[in-house]
């Protein structure tokens, strides 16, 4: 009865960001940083954009968010994964000016990141074993292998989609080629249907008919070819059953195809080009949508004429950066990762509805299921264990491997589903839910997994032993772990107050703090 008290108390202390008032001063102290005034020379274009529409619309920013706020919401956002306290302390004693860009770069360069970013697109590309998709564990790995390598050499955008498009041959040999197979139909219309909503962020079927019959084109010679290897197929284009033919183009242009090629590479041609309509926004909108938790056309896979961008500048800008820096993804998101927009407050100044759609604020949203999941088990000491019979060839993932690094959609968990991990059924952004319900609240308040993982933690274990003589030190660290903050001192009273009372055992009392802290929206919150 205790402890639940305890968690009372501070899962309605300064924690309920997104209703928090900007006058609140122990909220304001944890979440706000020092005001930043920058000259006109010093504000970023970015910034100067966003800044501009929020002006003409009469909306009031958020604060700068603090340094301890920063370096818990750049690890989230950019590897998936929780700071190390050494992190933490590392990253507030660095007195440098330009600590936050040097902590971007480094992130960049880690395996994390490659793990995490890697996931993203495995959820556009539909990457996954079983039923409706049935790539089958063989051509997964493979395929995964290769979205992942693509990251993590930083594979111009231009080169990774031209390779998706056009590749053809085995698809254990050529995991390109299972940008094909893993469709959910095999004819020409499901192939336009994946390399639209991929690549022009729209959706074929609320396309005019003549307008779908001339993107399904440069698809029609797509074919599959099964060998004698368990699973494996081919994908090729068959100019043979074909004369020239005519294709048309999203805008409306008409081509020839001849008769001997490729009409893939046609497509691609006219896609991957700086004047495209599509590519370029869409790509940029994608990137910013997984930074900041809505697109700036959202959703991000939706764009239409009668579905405009919330900031339009802003998206010709980041796509023409795109193009400039020679289609390097990662230059977008140091755009966005150092902008003033990006290291906004999570806690809004202005109640109108276009502060949320003109990012005024950093957008609070709960933890992806897998980055939730990897915080658990590295509190606890132990990793996730993964497994899957069916298809064969049966698949086993080590202990030590992340759930952020798991390649298949198929191979899950009831915590991933409880938690939204999305089927990779479709492609669409929509299929993950990050929307928090009473079910979740359940589990996280009444698992005994989750008290197991509290109970048998390393990390906190050695943080009993450590401050046998020292509470507040406890409290501190304890803090530090799980939150990548240290207490208010409102918090520290409550905390020291529990500790004290009843003169509970002082382990018991430092496992029921962690618990109550797992159970904030502050451990289960990206702010």
């Given at each position: 009865m205790?402890?639940l ?8 202390a ?7 008032s ?7 102290r ?6 930043v005034?920058r000259?006109?020379?010093k504000?970023?274009?970015?910034d100067?954009l ?9 909306v009031?920013?958020?604060r ?13 956002d950019v ?6 306290p ?10 440098r ?5 040097r ?9 994390e990141?490659?793990d995490y970013?890697?996931?993203k697109?495995?959820d ?14 063989n ?10 390598e ?6 111009p ?10 590749s053809?041959g ?9 940008f094909?197979?893993a ?12 390399a ?8 074929i079927?609320e396309w005019?008919?003549?307008?779908r019959?001339?993107?399904s084109s440069?698809?029609?010679r ?14 090729y ?11 048309g183009?999203p805008?409306?242009t008409e081509i020839?195809i ?5 009409p893939?590479?046609?497509f ?5 080009t700086d004047e495209?309509?599509?590519f370029a926004r869409?790509?940029?909108n994608?990137v910013w ?5 809505r ?5 991000p896979?939706d764009?239409?004429?009668d579905?405009p961008a919330a900031?339009?500048?802003v ?15 990662r ?5 966005i990762l150092?902008?003033d927009t ?5 806690i ?5 509805p276009?502060a949320t ?5 950093y957008?609070?949203r ?9 915080a658990?088990?590295w509190i606890?000491?132990t990793?996730p264990?993964y ?5 064969e ?6 202990e030590e491997?992340?759930?952020?690094a798991?390649s298949d959609?198929?191979?899950t968990s009831?915590?991933l589903?409880l ?12 299929e993950?839910?990050n ?11 009444n698992?005994?997994e989750?008290?197991r993982r509290i109970?048998?933690?390393p ?8 401050t ?11 803090y ?7 207490p ?5 009273e409550i905390?020291?107050?529990y ?9 018991a009392?430092?496992q029921?703090l962690?618990?109550?802290l ?8 990206r702010?």
């Amino acid at each position: 009865m205790r402890r639940l008290l305890l968690a009372a108390v501070l899962i309605v202390a300064p924690i309920a960001l997104r209703e928090a008032s900007a006058g609140d001063q122990a909220t304001t102290r944890v979440f706000d940083g020092p005001k930043v005034t920058r000259t006109a020379a010093k504000t970023t274009p970015l910034d100067k954009l966003v800044q501009s529409a929020q002006r003409r619309a009469g909306v009031t920013r958020a604060r700068p968010c603090s340094d301890a706020v920063f370096i818990r919401r750049v690890y989230i956002d950019v590897i998936g994964t929780l700071p190390t306290p050494d992190e933490v302390r590392a990253f507030l004693d660095d007195g440098r000016s330009d600590r936050r860009a040097r902590l971007i770069e480094a992130l960049m360069k880690r395996d994390e990141f490659a793990d995490y970013w890697s996931l993203k697109w495995c959820d556009v590309l539909r990457v996954k074993s079983e039923f409706p998709i049935n790539l089958w564990p063989n051509a997964v790995q493979a395929y995964h292998r290769w979205v992942r390598e693509a990251v993590r050499q930083n594979l111009p955008y231009d080169v990774f989609a031209r390779d998706l498009l056009t590749s053809s041959g085995s698809n254990f040999r050529e995991p390109a080629v299972n940008f094909y197979r893993a469709t959910r139909g095999r004819d020409p219309a499901a192939l336009a249907s994946a390399a639209a909503l991929t690549f022009m962020g729209s959706r074929i079927d609320e396309w005019p008919e003549d307008m779908r019959d001339g993107m399904s084109s440069f698809f029609a010679r797509v074919r599959f070819k099964r060998t004698r290897e368990w699973k494996e197929e081919v994908v090729y284009s068959d100019p043979a059953p074909f004369g020239s033919t005519r294709g048309g183009l999203p805008d409306g242009t008409e081509i020839r195809i001849p008769a001997e090629s490729d009409p893939r590479r046609l497509f691609a041609d006219w896609l991957i080009t700086d004047e495209n309509p599509w590519f370029a926004r869409v790509a940029v909108n994608r990137v910013w949508a997984w930074l900041l938790g809505r697109g700036l056309v959202h959703e991000p896979d939706d764009f239409r004429a009668d579905n405009p961008a919330a900031l339009p500048k802003v998206l010709d800008y980041l796509a023409a950066q795109l193009v400039a820096s020679g289609w390097d993804l990662r230059h977008v998101m140091r755009l966005i990762l150092a902008s003033d927009t990006y290291q906004q407050s999570a806690i809004p100044r202005d109640s109108a509805p276009e502060a949320t759609t003109l990012f005024a604020y950093y957008p609070v949203r709960r933890l992806d299921a897998e980055i939730l999941i990897d915080a658990l088990c590295w509190i606890g000491g132990t990793g996730p264990s993964y497994s899957s019979r069916i298809p064969e060839p049966y698949t086993f993932v080590p202990e030590e491997d992340r759930t952020i690094a798991l390649s298949d959609g198929s191979i899950t968990s009831p915590f991933l589903e409880l938690f939204g991990r999305p089927a990779r059924d479709s492609g669409l952004a929509s299929e993950r839910s990050n929307s928090p319900t009473a079910d979740q609240r359940l589990y996280l308040l009444n698992s005994t997994e989750v008290r197991r993982r509290i109970d048998q933690s390393p990390r906190l274990r050695r943080i009993y032993s450590e401050t046998t003589r020292d509470l507040p030190q406890l409290i501190r660290r304890v803090y530090l772990t799980l939150l990548s903050r240290f207490p208010t001192d409102g918090e520290d009273e409550i905390a020291r107050a529990y500790f004290v009372q009843g003169g509970r055992n002082r382990r018991a009392a430092a496992q029921d703090l962690a618990w109550s802290l797992i159970n904030t929206k502050e451990f289960l919150y990206r702010h």
